[in-house]
Structures are given as C-alpha cells and as structure tokens.
C-alpha cells in the first residue's frame, strides 16, 4: 500500500475553496488509482473522489460540480480542488488507494477542513 502525507486544510467561510495535496510515495501514480476520503465528525470515513491510474475521475453527487481531484505523475502528487464549501464538507480528508476503505490498513495523518463562518 502506498505511503501518503496531506495538507492544505484549514478554516474557510461557506463558499469559499480550498485545494488540498497529497505527495505519495515512489512513482506509482500511473499504476495505482488513488482517491481523497473524507470523515466526518461522527460518520464513517468516506470516498468523495477517485482517479484511476489512466486519469480518469469520478466524485460523489454531494460533491460533483464543486470538488476536482487531479494529479502530478511526475511530481507523485495528487489533488483535490474544492470550490462552493458547504458547512456539511467539514471534516478529516484522507487520500488514498482507490479501494474500498476495509481493504485499507494505513492512513496518513489527514488534514482537517473546516467550513464555518
């Protein structure tokens, strides 16, 4: 499993964006698909998008429209774009392997999003 550290979060007003990085480790971009998770404070952690090791991309409807997620192959980042922040965005983002997160085992620190006037 790839190795991973966040940042970029931080303390936002509703509507505002922020654009939150992920430096993975080796150059596995083009071979693994990776995806930004997010937790919620009492919820379950959660996918909200995913690219494929080709560059394609999904995202989650509550995000679709408002949350990018793209990447750097050369320089092992990946990204994700939020834009429109809503208060119910708040949480720990996680980037990861794109699988299901019981196939997960390890888990950066996160960074910490928070939306609130």
């Known amino acids: 499993q790839v190795q991973v550290v966040e940042s970029g979060g931080g303390l936002v007003q509703p509507g505002g964006s922020l654009r939150l990085s992920c430096a993975v480790s080796?150059?596995?971009?083009?071979?693994?698909?990776m995806g930004w998770y997010r937790q919620a404070p009492g919820h379950q952690r959660e996918l909200v998008a995913g690219?494929?090791?080709?560059?394609?991309?999904y995202s989650v409807g509550s995000v679709k429209d408002r949350f990018t997620i793209s990447r750097d192959v050369a320089k092992n980042m990946v990204y994700l774009q939020m834009n429109s922040l809503k208060p119910e965005d708040t949480g720990v983002y996680y980037c990861?392997?794109?699988?299901?997160?019981?196939?997960?085992?390890?888990w950066g620190q996160g960074t910490q999003v928070t939306v609130s006037s």
């Open positions: 990861n392997e794109w699988r299901s997160v019981a196939q997960l085992d390890y």
């Open positions: 690219i494929t090791s080709m560059g394609g991309t």
């Open positions: 080796g150059s596995m971009l083009n071979i693994v698909a």
